[in-house]
């Protein structure tokens, strides 16, 4: 390398980074980094004025407080660039800034010696030359300064500064004192102190060094591993973020095609209710115009008998001209047709339920904790605990966390759950199972699923056990002849028994003992309690078919029964409406709660078969067909859904099913008669159990109620007796 190209990289590392010139009075901060003594005080008084008291390294940025003499003098001297600074002067001829160090007269230097370590002037060079013992020595002209030469004095060995002792080389090291010295200050300071040669020193102090800057640079490599993983986290970052970013725009715009599709169906709507009054209308005005047009011609035929004024004519038509004028005055005027006010009424604008969540909770650490067995019982309480967690698998609480867990039963309704928030980052989920069967557990923590979710929850029922009887054949108090209906009062516990041909209904407690009777003029077809306690009572062969009693048996009232042709069986819906089977028409009618007005009527369709017994529950209605040996499903609005069961007798099928009852398990409970038991089903037609045997197996189970404390009472038509099951 040429001499020039060295000066020039030696001045660029002996630049101040502050400054950007040759360093001066250069002083090295503890993260190394060495500046002109001056910036650094500038820089130090700037930050004062700032008000701080700290400053920062301009190249690295670590962080130093400043001197309360506002001066950082006392920072060590960088002696590599002390060096360097040395040898940089020698640059360009700039040689008057160099001594001699060989006479007093402080003359310049031209020259140096390596093997005396000095610079010397012209004279002194002579001289040098001219004695024996220096004759030979390596000298350097530093106007011909080469490559090499400029290395070596930048490594020639330190003289000490001590007076007197600057033609002393620093040869030892104090381990005492912790300084370089030279041979005079081993003799003159640092007598008896321990001395090291320097180059030992620094060769032990140097593995010092490396040990500690291998560690350094271990940690470098630890950290340069935790770079890539926040770079890979900051990418995965953005990828996430522009992900749910596009969620919400899909959502947004999900949004605003349902909103048009919802707008078109609107429209179609007010079309269709627009076609449906015109047409009212356009009657109604055919109706008016046919009866003024036929009022009008009449008129005016008479008007000319009249004006003809002939007694013979008038005589004639005379009869047939009142009769018809009152006939056409007592006609029934059509009513004018005033169409219904319609409205468009907005009960809740959209509301965007959506937000933006920023937590430390990790979707994908997260997890739940079953307390219980993956088997519970129906009906009993069920908990299981969610554990929310960071990135690291720490447990942490964020109050904008969003948990939400569905349980699915067997029919995939959602199961009624609470949700408790401890605030520590535990969220306790407690459930009641109401049905048998799998149930599906679904938790979603901040949109995403959790690990080990959905799983299955395998819930088992208990038993109908069978608890007690009571009743036999006979006409006596107590003793039934034809039981043709049961029900229990769920205000008072209280069962009604309904019999036919004794014309009566026995009301009996809770544990089967006779309370009283209420005679009838007739035979009652069926029995049902109202919320209230008070009896609806169906007698068909009667003036009023419906009647009202209270518990204690006394008429409250008699309802107008217009809209029964021929009913069979009477239910009520939780509402208070009054389901009534009509066999005359095979129609399922639904009254409301007074009987007055019948809401809707509707059958099975492309069916001939009566229906036998009908009930209402979670919006639909369940009801049996004894001669067709199934359970037909209708939504509310009486459109049929599908059937329960067939002929046979397996598990799920039917030989003439009766009695219908819905315990609080929400299990379809049906009288299977001909094949003497009773089957239970889920809403949705899947068999879950039966009850049969030892108690109705020699019977003709027909007639069922459920009490509120989970007692089925079964009527056995053939036996003449009731039987009383109780869950557990």
Known sequence: MEVQQIFKNLKKEAECPLCIETVKNPKTLPCLHSFCLECLDKLANFERRQLKTIIKCPVCQTSFQIPETDTFDNLPSSFHLNRLVDVLVLEDGSIQSQRCNSCDENNAATCYCFVCQTFLCASCFEAHQRLKASRGHRNVLIDKLQAQDVQDLIHRPVMCSQQYHEDQPLEFYCEDCKVLICHKCTVVSHNRHTMTDTQKAAQEHKMQMADAVAKVKAEIVRYAGEIKKQTDLKNKNKIHILNEEKKMTDTVEELIRDLREHEKKMKDNFREIYEAQQKQHATRLENFELLATQMKSYVERCQGILERNSSVEILQTNHAILGRCNELLNYRKPDLYRSPHLHYLVEKKLDLLDRVVVTKTNSSKCLAEAQDSKEVEEGKETYFVIVTKDSDGLQCYQQDDKIKVD???????????????????????????????????????????????????????????????????????????????????????????????????????????????????????????????????????????????????????????????????????????????????????????????????????????????????????????????CVKVFDKTGVYLHDIGCKGSDDGQFNGPGG?????????????????????????????????????????????????????????????????????
């Open 407 to 629: 349980i699915l039963t067997p029919e995939g309704d959602r199961l009624k759950t609470d949700i408790k928030d401890t605030k520590d980052g535990k969220y306790t989920v407690t459930y009641t199972p109401r049905c048998a069967g799998k149930h599906r557990v679904e938790i979603v923590v901040n949109k995403q699923q959790l690990t080990g979710s959905p799983w299955i929850v395998q819930v088992y029922r208990q038993q109908y056990q069978f608890a007690f009887q009571f009743g036999s054949r006979g006409e006596g108090r107590g003793e039934f002849n034809a039981v043709v209906d049961i029900d229990v009062s769920q205000k008072t516990g209280t069962i009604a028994v309904a019999e036919r041909g004794n014309k009566r209904i026995q009301l009996f407690s809770c544990e089967g003992k006779f309370r009283r009777e209420i005679r009838l003029d007739g035979d009652p077809y069926s029995v049902a309690f109202t919320d209230s306690g008070d009896l609806l009572t169906l007698i068909p062969k009667s003036d009023s078919k419906l009647r009202l009693f209270s518990e204690e048996g006394q008429v409250i009232e008699h309802i107008d029964d217009k809209h029964l042709d021929k009913p069979r069986h009477l239910s009520l819906a939780s509402e208070g409406c009054i389901i009534i089977t009509d066999s005359l028409d095979n129609t399922i009618k639904v009254l409301s709660p007074s009987g007055r007005f019948l809401l809707q009527s509707f059958k099975a369709p492309d069916h001939d078969k009566s229906p036998s017994i009908a009930i209402y529950h979670r919006e639909k209605f369940f009801v049996s067909y004894f001669s067709a040996n």
């Open 660 to 728: 219908l009852v819905i315990d609080k398990y929400n299990s379809l409970i049906v009288c299977d008669t001909g094949n003497q038991r009773l089957q239970l089903f889920t809403l949705g037609g899947k068999f879950l159990s039966k009850i049969e045997g030892r108690y109705i197996g020699n019977g003709c189970p027909f007639y069922v109620a459920i009490n509120g404390d989970d007692s089925l009472i079964v009527v056995d038509s053939a036996i003449r007796c009731i039987y009383v099951f109780r869950y557990g």
